[in-house]
């Protein structure tokens, strides 16, 4: 009997203020996702709504809605449950 190894694939946008850092991810084996000073989203219990709240105080705290946080946010979760899913 032959063991199967299934492989998930993620799309990322690696491009830092327009600077690619894909081939660079590629290199080190890595997810750079650039949130580098929102502390606390390592955490594996971490839920959605705390999740867009670290994201809306660290990067969008000048923005007048969450608009921006969520949809980070949302994009995360939903790769996530895609993962957890398989």
Request: hydrophobic share 35%; aromatic share 8%.
């Given at each position: 009997m032959s063991q199967t190894k299934e492989q998930s694939a993620f799309v990322l946008r690696i491009a830092p203020s327009?600077?690619?850092?894909?081939?660079?991810?590629?290199?080190?084996?890595?997810?750079?996702?650039?949130?580098?000073?929102?502390?606390?989203?390592?955490?594996?219990?971490?839920?959605?709504?705390?999740?867009?709240?670290?994201?809306?105080?660290?990067?969008?705290?000048?923005e007048s809605t969450r608009r921006k946080a969520g949809a980070a946010a949302g994009n995360i979760s939903h790769q996530q449950r895609a993962s957890d899913e398989q």
């Amino acid at each position: 009997m032959s063991q199967t190894k299934e492989q998930s694939a993620f799309v990322l946008r690696i491009a830092p203020s327009g600077d690619d850092r894909v081939p660079e991810a590629l290199r080190a084996d890595q997810i750079i996702i650039g949130w580098a000073y929102a502390n606390g989203l390592l955490d594996p219990k971490l839920e959605w709504g705390p999740f867009r709240e670290i994201l809306d105080k660290t990067y969008y705290s000048e923005e007048s809605t969450r608009r921006k946080a969520g949809a980070a946010a949302g994009n995360i979760s939903h790769q996530q449950r895609a993962s957890d899913e398989q």
